[in-house]
């Protein structure tokens, strides 16, 4: 039974940092895509960054030179490293993975078979 669980969340100030964690069992874990949404209140769940099998990442420009995925480290956790946050940043997040061919990683929520159960994170001004 594949599970992903999740850690890390919590309430900052803007500019402040926090880190993700996403635990995974029942799988090889760094065989899938492992993606981080988020979803806000009203909005739809969005992908924010990826990394593929291959341990190429990629960010959503919304991100990109904040959140940052840290290189493999050969066990089943993957990570999301968020620093300088800012209001608009505040979600629950969520790890997903899924096995896709060719070993594209897509950014659509639909596609991805196992998730997290969500972590609340928070940013005050």
């Known amino acids: 039974q594949v599970e992903l669980v999740e850690s890390g969340g919590g309430s900052v100030q803007t500019g402040g940092s926090l880190r993700l964690s996403c635990a995974g069992s029942?799988?090889?874990?760094?065989?899938?895509?492992r993606t981080w949404f988020r979803q806000a209140p009203g909005k739809e769940r969005e992908g924010v960054a990826v990394i593929d099998r291959s341990g190429r990442t990629n960010y959503a420009d919304s991100v990109k030179g904040r959140f940052t995925i840290p290189k493999d480290n050969g066990k089943n956790i993957s990570y999301l490293q968020m620093n300088s946050l800012v209001p608009e940043d505040t979600a629950i997040y969520y790890c997903?993975?899924?096995?896709?061919?060719?070993?594209?990683?897509?950014?659509?929520?639909?596609?991805?078979?196992?998730w997290g159960q969500g972590t609340q994170v928070t940013v005050s001004s």
């Open positions: 029942g799988l090889t874990y760094g065989y899938y895509c």
């Open positions: 997903a993975a899924g096995s896709f061919r060719g070993g594209r990683c897509p950014w659509d929520a639909i596609f991805y078979n196992y």
